[in-house]
């Protein structure tokens, strides 16, 4: 049968019943542990860390379970907690000094840009490195007010994962994404005779290609999607 628990006894409070070593034990685990749920977030890509740098969400992390825990359960020593906030406060301000002086320990901590759209066109070498869609990337730039994948000369996924849109200057053609496809779906192209400046565009990437070439079904060049729409004009804006 297990002990009861005595209100204030500093000596479980503070100590627990593990030997003075385990003190040193806390250490490495949680320098392991550290590494480790580095390693997984930088796999999961830089959607998870949105709005916060990687050494801040991991901070929130690992503060969260350490203060949490030594709150709650009276079996964990404050010590112990305190040990663990310590070495995790540390392990962050290391990370931030290595950050701000060497550029190679900030592309691997939080990683690099890579391009998702490139003159109105879905880069799906730069989605499959941040594993994200088509749908992902075309959701955040209707998020940024942009109507037409034509309107975007570059959009870079940033480490932290927000998404960083420069527009041409002029209107291009390109894939009407307003409104979404989910909810219109943008109507089919099959005669090259009527296509818009003699081009189609691409459902999948928007890339834009000669019709004659692809339709009725051709492949893309691009990302090998068969399924093509008329390519879209939009007015530039007016300045407000």
């Given at each position: 049968m297990d002990q009861p628990v005595i209100?204030?006894?500093?000596?479980?409070?503070?100590l627990g019943d593990q030997p003075p070593l385990f003190l040193l034990e806390i250490v490495a685990r949680t320098?392991?542990?550290?590494?480790?749920?580095?390693?997984?977030?930088r796999w999961i890509g830089g959607r998870g860390v949105a709005q916060l740098s990687m050494v801040e969400f991991l901070l929130v992390i690992a503060l969260g379970s350490a203060v949490g825990d030594a709150a709650f359960y009276p079996d964990v020593p404050l010590l112990h907690a305190m040990m663990v906030i310590t070495v995790v406060v540390i392990i962050n301000k290391v990370l931030d000094w290595l950050i701000l002086h060497f550029d190679t320990a900030k592309r691997v901590i939080d990683g690099v840009p890579v391009a998702v759209v490139r003159d109105g066109k879905l880069q799906?070498?730069?989605?499959?490195?941040?594993?994200?869609?088509?749908?992902e990337v075309i959701a955040s730039l209707r998020q940024a007010g942009v109507r037409n994948l034509g309107e975007v000369e570059h959009a870079f996924m940033e480490g932290d994962g927000v998404l960083s849109?420069?527009?041409?200057?002029?209107?291009?053609?390109?894939?009407?994404?307003?409104?979404?496809?989910?909810?219109?779906?943008?109507?089919?192209?099959?005669?090259?005779?009527?296509?818009?400046?003699?081009?189609?565009?691409?459902?999948?990437?928007?890339?834009?290609?000669?019709?004659?070439?692809?339709?009725?079904?051709?492949?893309?060049?691009?990302c090998g999607g068969r399924e093509w729409t008329a390519p879209v004009t939009l007015p530039k804006r007016r300045a407000e």
């Open positions: 209100p204030f006894d500093l000596a479980r409070m503070f320098l392991l542990i550290y590494v480790y749920t580095i390693v997984l977030i799906r070498e730069g989605m499959g490195r941040r594993n994200i869609g088509a749908a849109i420069f527009r041409h200057d002029e209107p291009r053609p390109g894939l009407q994404i307003v409104p979404p496809a989910e909810v219109e779906p943008p109507p089919p192209l099959t005669d090259p005779a009527v296509a818009p400046g003699g081009r189609a565009c691409c459902l999948a990437c928007g890339a834009l290609e000669p019709a004659v070439e692809v339709l009725p079904d051709g492949q893309c060049p691009a």
